[in-house]
């Protein structure tokens, strides 16, 4: 998708985006790209109350891979109820990216990691 000429001047908190070759979510209500979506799950807590926050207060290092799949709004409700109650949890794996391994077999390692996706 292609970013807005003029950015939107409002875009609520935990909005997917894409513009360019770029994505982003929210952490906080700001403008920009296009909307793809809205997430339950924040990307920022600088109380670190939720447990995948116990590390850092941002959840995404670089290099990190999402995959995001589809709710309803019940769904999306129930998650937004488990974030305010502190409960709310995603699932993660932690990866170890070899450039040489996928430069041998790119197909091969892609294969890998999309079973550790769906895993």
Request: hydrophobic letters at 35%.
């Amino acid at each position: 998708m292609p970013k807005y000429l003029k950015a939107r001047i409002d875009t609520p908190k935990l909005t997917i985006g894409h513009g360019g070759c770029f994505g982003c979510i929210y952490a906080v209500r700001g403008g920009g790209y296009q909307m793809m979506g809205i997430t339950p799950a924040p990307v920022w807590d600088p109380a670190q109350k939720l447990e995948y926050f116990k590390d850092s207060m941002v959840f995404l290092k670089p290099g990190d891979i999402i995959k995001f799949k589809p709710i309803d709004e019940a769904a999306y409700n129930k998650a937004v109820k488990e974030v305010e109650d502190g409960t709310f949890t995603l699932k993660s794996a932690d990866v170890k990216f070899s450039l040489q391994d996928w430069q041998q077999n790119p197909n091969n390692y892609n294969k890998k990691l999309l079973e550790v996706f769906n895993g």
